[in-house]
């Protein structure tokens, strides 16, 4: 079992930047892969970054070149920075640990991005 909860979110102006973590309690957070999601108001959740057990990571096309995940394992803590945040990105933000068998999700943390 693995719990996750999110800090980070807050009101941003556009072009801002926020560093969003997800702390992870329960055992093994090394074995899983750890993912941010979003999801904005009648949209569909989407997958923004993900990082693998052995630090690789992937971004969608979107945020690439303004938004880093990484991960410490001896805080089982991931990170999102988010710089030049837009407006179209305000969304709920979600943490995600999957391990291939098990997966889940944090309750999220709001970011808006607004001037």
């Known amino acids: 079992q693995v719990q996750l909860v999110e800090s980070g979110g807050g009101l941003v102006q556009p072009g801002g930047s926020l560093r969003l973590s997800c702390a992870a309690s329960?055992?093994?957070?090394?074995?899983?892969?750890m993912g941010w999601y979003r999801q904005a108001p009648e949209k569909q959740r989407e997958l923004v970054a993900v990082?693998?057990?052995?630090?690789?990571?992937n971004y969608v096309d979107s945020v690439k070149g303004r938004f880093t995940i990484s991960r410490d394992n001896a805080k089982n803590t991931v990170y999102l920075q988010m710089n030049g945040l837009l407006p179209e990105e305000t969304a709920g933000y979600f943490c995600?640990?999957?391990?291939?068998?098990?997966?889940?999700w944090g309750q999220g943390t709001q970011v808006t991005v607004s001037s």
């Open positions: 990082i693998s057990t052995g630090g690789r990571t």
């Open positions: 329960g055992s093994a957070f090394r074995s899983y892969a």
């Open positions: 995600n640990a999957n391990s291939g068998k098990y997966d889940y």
